[in-house]
DNA sequence: AAAAAACTGTGATTCAAATCATACTATCAA
DNA sequence: TTGATAGTATGATTTGAATCACAGTTTTTT
């Protein structure tokens, strides 16, 4: 996009504006005015973006890297509810009901995040109601995840949830390479334990096992080569 | 609300439109618009109302009765996802992105379902924006009940799991009595299994062991007398 | 009202994942 | 570069829920 017709020292980050599904439909112009809203903010590694219980001040966007957004169980174990990338989004609750955020936010690697403040963004719905819609269609993909992974926590075939889990990776993070897709793989063992509702020996013990069995490779700690996607969609439906 | 600027037939019914939380700003007039659009129609108990993949003609909204959402695991399980009651509504999906419905649908009683179609619902989107946030405000909702289920998944400790269910239950079903809530349960003991993702066998367990120890009495199948909330909240947190 | 069908409770047994334990490996900071 | 820290793999053991089995109960049907 050209820089002739707004403020060039913006073209120099990578605007949320122009990679987030729910401002796609606007004209440039008014894409424009988002972007001067926009505060930019930015966290490191392990760094906590928001705590349960917070009242943001806006919309919190995802220009750049990757977090996890989390509860605890009864057990004081975390239970992953999501990974969020580039595009997403957080923080609506507040936006529409001023209702505090119901989980926990943590940066996985170095993350920049644009928050467009409240009173901005009524003023924006207002002007765009294609927003709206576009919000809409938003919560029903998060509903339409949330849905899945309840449908998968649900079975109690451990083979099957790990399996799904990959195959959620290689189509979120995964590149192909030649017969395979290769992940990089946003989480600890930990971490996709917490995600799946198991514990961190398992995950490896089942990783391990899709190895030997040639359907995957493990790649030091962060990566893993998909060499059978097929097997895993096999395996993740192999009982029905 | 009187009846006199309205076909009156239609007051012989419980509306819709007067008891669904997304109509609920609405003026009476804009009100009377929307429920000459209602198409009505009824289950009977077991009866499935709508099956995963279908198209819908319209917005499903439950007059009266309640109904069971749920999907299939790996093991050919049925996981419920949600319990709709009166003033719940499905088949969002497929208003804002032409998507066929992610679940099963059961009517647990005999349930009367008002359905809004399509080309009708987008003038009225047109016409009253606010109906836009009442939608997102329950998707929010939604959200929310999916999140909360997720987090009580990943919890290993079977006990806490049953007892918020209870909870739930108390608090959309309950009745108070005397020092007590009486529940009307909407499901059987295998339902409340297909709810939590564990057996028939181990909620009768929890159960009986909650009843011995004071705090609920199993009255029939399909009553519960909950002595002691305290108990059941306490039960739930026990280990954070 | 009787018969059939669906649902429930509970003991005995099995089994798979949690837990415990420990050695190994990768990553980060000084 | 080294040491410290965080993360990983894997064997041995325990544990608690699933499974199996069956008798008892409730609900529905005719």
Redesign the pocket.
């Known amino acids: 996009m050209s820089c002739s017709n707004h403020n060039c020292n913006k073209c120099q980050h990578n605007l949320c504006t122009h990679r987030v599904p729910i401002f796609s439909d606007l004209a440039s112009d008014e894409m424009n005015q988002v972007t001067d809203l926009i505060i930019r903010k930015k966290f490191d590694?392990?760094e906590l973006i928001v705590m349960e219980g917070n009242l943001l001040e806006g919309l919190y966007i995802i220009n750049q890297g990757r977090v996890k957004a989390f509860r605890y169980t009864q057990?004081a174990?975390e239970q992953i509810l999501y990974l969020f990338t580039e595009g997403d989004f957080f923080g609506e609750k507040n936006l529409l009901r001023k209702q505090p955020v119901t989980y926990y936010v943590e940066a996985l690697e170095e993350t920049n995040i644009c928050v467009i403040p409240h009173k901005n963004f009524y003023e924006l719905l207002r002007n765009a109601p294609s927003i709206s819609v576009k919000i809409m269609e938003q919560l029903c993909i998060r509903i339409e995840h949330l849905e899945s992974s309840i449908q998968n926590m649900g079975s109690?075939?451990?083979?099957s949830r790990v399996s799904l889990i990959l195959l959620e990776f290689a189509q979120k993070y995964g590149v192909r390479k030649g017969n395979g897709v290769l992940v990089d793989?946003p989480?600890?063992?930990?971490?996709?334990?917490n995600y799946i509702?198991?514990?961190?020996?398992?995950?490896?013990?089942?990783?391990?096992?899709l190895?030997e069995e040639g359907t995957i490779e493990?790649i030091?700690?962060?990566k893993i080569m998909i060499h059978t996607i097929k097997a895993l969609e096999l395996e993740f439906s192999k009982e029905i």
Do not use: D, H, P, Y
Request: glycine share 12%.
């Open positions: 590694k392990g057990e174990k109690k075939n451990m083979e793989v989480l600890t063992r930990e971490g996709i334990a509702g198991v514990t961190r020996e398992t995950v490896s013990r089942k990783l391990s096992s190895q493990l030091g700690n962060k």
